[in-house]
């Protein structure tokens, strides 16, 4: 399969390596000093919590051109950065599937429009981490969340099932959602509340377990933005986490808190939170847009909401 990663940050770079090493023809497209640091390195790994180190070499290149063909285009950036790249995907026609693997919960009419709806394929990552200089310090997520796709219409098709194969053989866990649009705006619906308690902690973890007023909001954001898709008639999804409805809100501080404080919170969450601090921000907006449809009180919500601003420093409680 000859595929190119549209975006070379920790989940482009990681990927891509991982699909190159697993017999695909790839390449990547960076630009400015990641596309010299990769021309010069390659992509350097190192699995956070071994320390084990990689480099792998994969073709790079500095655009995409009407002209070039691929058998999958894999989108990889922040959603903030996205709607920039939609007029070059919409004017190049020779790749058949352009995967989306963004946090997106407002839905994918603009995409649709771009690159139409029988090339369109959705997804999320299941890995994180950050970009270190030229090295990605990385954790694969498999015990939390696989790497998740989907067809815009629910169906198991081919071409799915395919792509799901390519990235197991490359050793990421994969799960097949027949309601994309639900399981991502879940996702949003969790965590924005995170992000923003940190940021209300000011972007230190080991602060926030220390923080019961923002460990509570966080709980009471994600059971309001629970609300909001139920009002909306979207389902909660994957279903198991329905149980964040009837859990006792103590025991839900407590289990945020505990996970907080390991290595893998800092690593999958707090450090991609702070990177991402303009991404963060758009996908509460555009959360909040979807909870102004419906008559669900959201006042954890917008309370967490105001530590996001990115002029302003992280204030903190207590």
């Not at 990681?14 to 000093?33: K, M, T």
């Not at 270190?132 to 790497?147: F, N, W």
């Not at 991609?272 to 008559?295: C, G, P, Y």
Request: proline fraction near 5%; aromatic fraction near 6%.
């Amino acid at each position: 399969m000859k595929v190119l990663f549209y975006g070379a940050g920790v989940i482009g770079s990681l990927y891509a390596a991982r699909l190159q090493e697993a017999g695909c023809d790839v390449s990547i497209l960076a630009r400015g000093q990641r596309l010299k640091d990769l021309r010069k390195y390659g992509i350097g790994l190192e699995q956070a919590l071994t320390g084990k180190q990689t480099i792998v070499h994969v073709n790079v290149v500095e655009q995409l051109s009407p002209e070039d063909a691929y058998d999958l285009i894999v989108v990889a950036m922040r959603k903030n950065q996205v709607s920039a790249i939609l007029p070059i995907l919409s004017a190049h026609q020779r790749t058949p599937n352009v995967l989306f693997m963004v946090n997106n919960p407002s839905g994918y009419e603009e995409w649709l429009q771009a690159v139409r709806r029988e090339r369109l394929l959705l997804g999320f990552p299941g890995a994180g981490g950050t970009l270190e200089g030229h090295i990605v310090r990385y954790l694969v997520s498999s015990r939390i969340q696989p790497t998740i796709l989907g067809e815009p219409n629910g169906q198991v098709t081919p071409r799915l099932r395919e792509i799901a194969r390519t990235f197991k053989r490359a050793g990421f866990p994969v799960a097949i959602s027949r309601n994309i649009d639900a399981w991502q705006k879940t996702h949003v619906a969790l965590v924005t509340p995170i992000a923003n308690a940190l940021y209300m902690a000011g972007g230190d973890r080991y602060r926030l377990v220390q923080m019961p007023e923002a460990l509570h909001l966080m709980v009471r954001a994600m059971r309001e933005g629970f609300q909001v898709l139920q009002a909306l008639d979207i389902p909660i999804t994957p279903a198991k986490l329905r149980l964040w409805e009837w859990l006792p809100e103590p025991m839900l501080v407590a289990l945020l808190k505990g996970w907080a404080n390991t290595q893998h919170f800092e690593i999958i969450a707090a450090r991609h939170a702070k990177a991402a601090r303009d991404e963060m921000q758009k996908l509460t907006t555009e959360f909040q847009a979807l909870a102004r449809q419906t008559s669900v009180a959201t006042p954890a919500i917008d309370e967490l909401e105001t530590y996001i601003d990115l002029l302003v420093p992280g204030r903190v409680l207590g």
